[in-house]
Structures are given as C-alpha cells and as structure tokens.
C-alpha cells in the first residue's frame, strides 16, 4: 500500500509552537523541527491518513527533545588527568596552595583524601586502588569535589 505523500513543511509552524516552550528560544525550536523531519522523512511506519501526521509530528519531536534534554544533563566527564587543583583552579584567580587546601578541608571527608591523592599525581586507577573504592566513586567524588571548589572560588575569591 502507498503512503500519501503529505509536505511535511505544512506543518513547520504546528511544530514551531510545539517546540518554542520547550526549548524557550527561536534557534533552539528551530532545530528541533528540522531534526523532526529528518526523522520523519527515515521513519518506516508513517501513518496512513493525513489527519494522523500532526500526533505522529509531535510526538516526534518531542522524543527529539526529550533525547536533547537526556544528553545535556548527563555529567561532563570528569578527567583524573589534571595532576594539580592549582592548575585547575588558578588560572582564573591568584589562588595559592593554602588557599586550595582550606578549600578541601572544607569538603566532606569523604572526599578529602581523594582530592589529596589527586593533588599527588595518582591517576584515577591508582586512587580507586589505594583507597578500596570503585573508580566510579573516585570519579564522582573527583567531580563533585571541583564543582563544590569552583562554586567556593566564585563566591569567596
């Protein structure tokens, strides 16, 4: 059975109105309708009555934005090869080494000897392996420790 050809185009502005609360900005909505009609165009089950093509639009575009959403919040991965906090949290301010230690100290202890390991040049590996942690809560702690650093540097320094 052949499928209408129905020009997606015509429902351009359907699907503009759709995307702008979501996205909240113009070029932002825009690409969400583009990435909506190349989906739609490599789709194999398109629907068979022109009446159906909005829902089926939408719904398109929606799992576009809500693949968007999912891969923006996913966390930056947190690289272990920075072997120095100072290197990392100096460029932007005179910060010095007792300043950078204050900072841990004021970390949950946890994360304390993490850091300090780090600050020693052990890699990721080596931390997971010194401490008895999975290197997944090396890396996590690793992460959550700079953002809190990066945090106390703004509004301190």
Same mark, same amino acid.
């Given at each position: 059975?052949? #499928?209408?050809?129905?020009?997606?185009?015509?429902?351009?502005? !359907?699907?503009?109105?759709?995307?702008?609360?979501?996205?909240?900005?113009?070029?932002?909505?825009?690409?969400?309708?583009?990435?909506?009609?190349?989906?739609? *165009?490599?789709?194999?089950?398109?629907?068979?009555?022109?009446?159906?093509?909005?829902?089926? #639009?939408?719904?398109? !575009?929606?799992?576009?934005? *809500?693949?968007?959403?999912?891969?923006?919040?996913?966390?930056?991965?947190?690289? =272990?090869?920075?072997?120095? *906090?100072?290197?990392?949290?100096?460029?932007?301010?005179?910060? /010095?080494?007792?300043?950078?230690?204050?900072?841990?100290?004021?970390?949950?202890?946890?994360?304390?000897?993490?850091?300090? =390991?780090?600050?020693?040049?052990?890699?990721?590996?080596?931390?997971?392996?010194?401490?008895?942690?999975?290197?997944? /809560?090396?890396?996590?702690?690793?992460?959550?420790?700079?953002?809190?650093?990066?945090?106390?540097?703004?509004?301190? !320094?």
């Amino acid at each position: 059975m052949l #499928l209408p050809i129905v020009p997606l185009i015509d429902y351009e502005p !359907l699907l503009r109105n759709y995307a702008l609360p979501l996205v909240r900005n113009e070029p932002d909505a825009a690409d969400l309708v583009q990435e909506t009609f190349l989906r739609a *165009l490599k789709a194999e089950n398109k629907p068979f009555k022109a009446n159906e093509y909005p829902p089926w #639009l939408c719904t398109i !575009l929606h799992h576009c934005y *809500l693949d968007r959403v999912r891969k923006t919040s996913r966390h930056p991965e947190c690289s =272990l090869d920075d072997s120095s *906090l100072d290197a990392f949290v100096a460029p932007a301010t005179n910060v /010095t080494s007792d300043v950078v230690e204050f900072i841990i100290s004021a970390l949950p202890a946890s994360r304390q000897p993490i850091i300090r =390991l780090l600050l020693q040049d052990y890699t990721g590996p080596e931390i997971a392996d010194t401490l008895h942690v999975p290197l997944g /809560t090396v890396m996590s702690s690793v992460y959550h420790a700079r953002r809190q650093m990066r945090r106390f540097v703004q509004e301190h !320094l």
